[in-house]
């Protein structure tokens, strides 16, 4: 089984829960995933199974849309609403401040990376520190938001959309923007709708998995988006070998084709950029 799986994933679990599975259902060791969801997450969770999870590295750096809803006036350690309450705040705006305040986020913003994460600081994960109340200076990263418009604002909760850049942390975003309106605030709902070209119509649930209702996109499916050049007889058995290349492609990779199935992405060779050299390979499929 090689393919790409989209998954709407239920609330509740973890990425890692969900990829075991799918490796459960589909007897393979072979599987991973392109981008982590909170267990408090739903939505879509693009998994990568077979010779497919060579795809991750490219996959995770999609353009990802997520549909996030903030509780306004409490602050959690966590940063959602799963967390401790660690201090609250009262809150006094209009739908028009805060219509501003969101389009002001648009572009390359600087965010801290929350202590609730995998990301690793000194070999250690920042979750670890958190659980084990140390002290630990949180990582800083440029992100960008592409878009973000209000859906809803009633009461005590703000929904809103938004577009953004691998490594973009929605609790982080929440945290921001709530700061901004003079306030304090947690995620009390976040739905991922889109990774790159996948949106979260064309996915499935695990039970609808389980029941055989489910549609695997193969490789070349997966790939015609990148620029694509279909390699003669003498080409195919230079790249089966792995050789270095003149750059014969416009991008920064490019799918290699042979009998009509990838063989291979190879991307610039950066040194000089006139060379293209191996990405990922897939000559087993030949």
Known sequence: ??????????????????????????????????????????????????????LVEIL??????????????????????????????????????????????????????????????????????ARNNEEVELPKRKVLIKSIELIDFKDDEITFKTSVSKGTYIRSLIEDICTKLNTVGTMRDLRRTRQGNYKIDDCFTIDEIKSKNYKIISKEEVLAYFETYILNDEEFLKIKNGAVIPKNFKTDYCVFKYQKKVVAIYQTYHRDGTLAKPFKMFVEDI
Do not use: W
């Not at 599975?21 to 589909?26: M, P, R, S, T, Y």
């Not at 609250?88 to 986020?105: A, G, M, N, P």
């Open 1 to 54: 089984m090689n393919g790409i799986l989209l998954i709407d994933k239920k609330q509740g679990v973890t990425s890692r829960d969900v990829v075991n599975e799918v490796a459960h259902f589909f007897n393979t060791k072979k599987v991973g995933h392109t981008g982590t969801l909170d267990p408090i997450a739903t939505g879509v969770l693009v998994v990568c199974i077979g010779n497919c999870t060579k």
């Open 60 to 129: 995770t750096c999609d353009e990802k849309e997520y549909v996030a809803t903030i509780k306004l006036g409490i602050k959690t350690d966590t940063g959602d609403i799963t967390g401790n309450i660690v201090s609250k705040k009262d809150y006094s705006f209009t739908r028009t401040t805060l219509e501003s305040v969101l389009k002001s986020f648009v572009g390359e913003i600087t965010q801290i990376v929350p202590i609730y994460s995998a990301v690793k600081v000194n070999g250690k994960k920042l979750y670890q520190y």
